[in-house]
């Protein structure tokens, strides 16, 4: 059967990994290259790179690095940040991306995956959305989670799917950070209302989390983190044996 | 030196980086007589079958490589570069592919059980069937990476492993000199090295 997937996920700017790593044994902690290494390495099943310059030459040190890290690393590579229309696409697909994630971009232009999915196939376009509860209901933010758009988000999550997103990406604003797990709640509504690939973003904090998840909602089918996995809280060969002992099927 | 065919489809960057890993002598190329001059071929592809199926067509590459197959060069397709391998697909509608493996290309859809997600994506274990030199380094139950809506029926006699997806879903075939694989060596990580390894490899181990 297909494996669950664990995704670490690493904001870029200026061509470097920030919010910092404290791994040892690396010569350079701010190296996307140098992580996605150790990374892919350890049994990661995929990695995100998320951009989030948003100088033109910020872009250019982006795509560079993406096409360094494409041309030493070789398991999936997802891109998110900064994508706005198809140009975009383009621009990294071409250094070596397998998918590409739209937010605010696909939320200002719905149209995007529609094109995006006709031009390079559903399994290229990922939908990430950032979700949080207000008056009770799931809503959609934009521009990183400091804009509601009014949206309820399996609703838009659904229309994204029906234009042509092949995977989606929840991340729970509520969770995020807060390292107390995952938001089941708000993930379980997301898997029961489409039938692509959900990937689990927010609130990791600890490997029992990771198993909760897998245990409570069978038909997710990944789990994305990035401070536990850059601080070295969690080292994902440890993860994913902890996984395995739980009868949850992974790639060792 | 292997020829990677290009015929317009997908993006090759990943690919051509993996074979430089393994350090096997690769170049795209679109000409009949680089395609022909090389030791071996791979012929890539992602997206629609009937589109690829054409612009093969349309190239004349459709011919060279079938000709380069009956001169026994090995012939390695990938993913969609592996079904055009086939007699036929089903992928909306009927089309003819190189016809130099028997079978044909069927969808998901209605083939596989209703509570399963399409596309198979993701990393998946691969059981072996038969022998064969793409699989030389690989253990049986070793996972690799899978996109695809659409594969090939395992009835044929060309299959030598498969992938577990509410049935056994076709992952690589193998008939003499003519190869190829549903998933992404490119992608695999290690275990996919390792079967680009095993193909561009010569017999005599150099």
């Given at each position: 059967?297909?494996?669950?997937?664990?995704?670490?996920?690493?904001d870029?700017?200026?061509?470097?990994?920030?919010?910092?790593?404290?791994f040892?044994?690396?010569?350079?902690v701010?190296?996307?290259?140098?992580?996605?290494?150790?990374?892919s390495?350890?049994?990661?099943?995929e990695?995100?790179?998320?951009?989030?310059?948003?100088?033109?030459?910020?872009?250019?040190?982006?795509?560079?690095?993406?096409?360094?890290?494409?041309s030493?690393?070789?398991?999936p590579?997802?891109?998110?940040?900064?994508?706005?229309t198809?140009a975009?696409?383009?621009?990294?697909?071409?250094?070596?991306?397998?998918k590409?994630?739209?937010?605010?971009?696909a939320?200002?232009?719905?149209?995007?995956?529609?094109?995006?999915?006709?031009?390079y196939?559903s399994?290229?376009v990922?939908?990430?959305a950032?979700?949080k509860?207000?008056?009770g209901q799931?809503?959609?933010?934009?521009?990183?989670?400091?804009?509601?758009?009014?949206?309820?988000?399996?609703?838009?999550?659904?229309?994204?799917?029906?234009l042509?997103a092949?995977?989606v990406?929840?991340n729970?604003?509520?969770?995020?950070g807060v390292?107390?797990?995952?938001?089941?709640?708000?993930?379980?509504?997301v898997?029961?209302?489409v039938?692509?690939?959900?990937?689990?973003?927010?609130?990791?904090?600890?490997?029992?989390?990771?198993t909760?998840l897998?245990?409570?909602?069978?038909?997710?089918?990944?789990a994305?983190?990035?401070?536990v996995?850059?601080?070295?809280q969690?080292?994902?060969p440890?993860?994913?044996q902890?996984?395995r002992?739980?009868?949850?099927?992974?790639?060792? | 030196?292997i020829?990677v065919?290009?015929?317009?489809?997908?993006?090759?960057?990943s690919?051509c980086?993996s074979?430089?890993?393994?350090?096997?002598?690769?170049?795209v190329?679109?000409?009949?007589?680089?395609?022909?001059k090389?030791?071996?071929?791979i012929?890539p592809?992602v997206g629609?079958?009937?589109?690829?199926?054409?612009k093969l067509?349309?190239?004349g590459?459709?011919?060279?490589?079938?000709e380069?197959?009956?001169?026994?060069?090995?012939?390695?397709?990938?993913?969609l570069?592996?079904?055009?391998?086939?007699?036929k697909?089903?992928?909306?509608?009927?089309?003819?592919?190189?016809?130099?493996l028997?079978?044909?290309?069927?969808g998901?859809e209605g083939?596989?059980?209703a509570?399963?997600k399409?596309?198979?994506i993701?990393w998946n274990?691969?059981?072996?069937?038969?022998?064969?030199?793409?699989?030389r380094?690989?253990?049986?139950?070793?996972?690799v990476y899978?996109?695809?809506?659409f594969?090939?029926?395992?009835?044929?006699?060309?299959?030598v492993?498969?992938?577990?997806y509410?049935?056994a879903?076709?992952?690589?075939?193998?008939?003499?000199?003519v190869?190829?694989?549903?998933?992404?060596?490119e992608?695999?990580?290690?275990?996919?090295?390792?079967?680009?390894r095993?193909?561009?490899?010569?017999e005599?181990?150099?």
């Amino acid at each position: 059967m297909i494996t669950k997937r664990i995704i670490p996920c690493l904001d870029i700017k200026n061509g470097r990994v920030v919010k910092g790593t404290n791994f040892q044994g690396l010569s350079d902690v701010s190296s996307p290259v140098e992580l996605a290494k150790l990374y892919s390495d350890n049994g990661a099943d995929e990695l995100v790179f998320y951009d989030i310059t948003a100088s033109a030459e910020g872009r250019q040190l982006f795509t560079d690095v993406l096409c360094q890290v494409a041309s030493q690393i070789f398991i999936p590579l997802t891109v998110g940040g900064g994508i706005n229309t198809v140009a975009d696409f383009d621009r990294v697909l071409k250094c070596g991306a397998d998918k590409v994630s739209v937010n605010s971009g696909a939320i200002r232009n719905p149209q995007l995956i529609y094109e995006a999915a006709q031009k390079y196939g559903s399994q290229c376009v990922v939908l990430s959305a950032d979700i949080k509860r207000v008056d009770g209901q799931f809503r959609v933010f934009a521009k990183g989670g400091r804009e509601d758009t009014g949206m309820e988000a399996i609703a838009w999550i659904k229309k994204g799917v029906a234009l042509g997103a092949g995977e989606v990406v929840v991340n729970s604003i509520d969770t995020d950070g807060v390292k107390q797990g995952f938001d089941i709640e708000m993930l379980r509504a997301v898997c029961d209302a489409v039938n692509v690939p959900v990937i689990a973003s927010g609130g990791a904090g600890a490997v029992e989390h990771f198993t909760d998840l897998f245990r409570a909602i069978p038909t997710i089918d990944a789990a994305l983190a990035a401070s536990v996995f850059h601080f070295g809280q969690i080292q994902i060969p440890d993860l994913k044996q902890e996984l395995r002992n739980n009868d949850i099927i992974v790639r060792l | 030196m292997i020829a990677v065919v290009d015929y317009g489809v997908g993006n090759l960057f990943s690919l051509c980086s993996s074979l430089k890993r393994i350090g096997a002598d690769a170049i795209v190329t679109s000409v009949p007589e680089m395609i022909r001059k090389a030791d071996k071929v791979i012929l890539p592809g992602v997206g629609a079958f009937a589109d690829a199926a054409k612009k093969l067509r349309d190239s004349g590459l459709d011919k060279i490589i079938i000709e380069q197959a009956a001169r026994g060069k090995e012939i390695m397709g990938i993913c969609l570069g592996m079904q055009l391998l086939f007699e036929k697909s089903y992928e909306f509608g009927e089309h003819t592919g190189l016809g130099l493996l028997k079978g044909s290309v069927i969808g998901m859809e209605g083939t596989i059980p209703a509570e399963l997600k399409i596309p198979h994506i993701g990393w998946n274990a691969l059981s072996f069937c038969k022998e064969s030199k793409l699989l030389r380094y690989v253990k049986e139950g070793d996972c690799v990476y899978f996109v695809h809506s659409f594969y090939v029926d395992p009835s044929a006699e060309s299959v030598v492993a498969t992938a577990q997806y509410g049935k056994a879903v076709t992952a690589a075939v193998q008939k003499e000199n003519v190869m190829g694989c549903q998933f992404h060596p490119e992608k695999s990580g290690e275990v996919g090295l390792s079967i680009l390894r095993a193909f561009c490899e010569r017999e005599d181990g150099v």
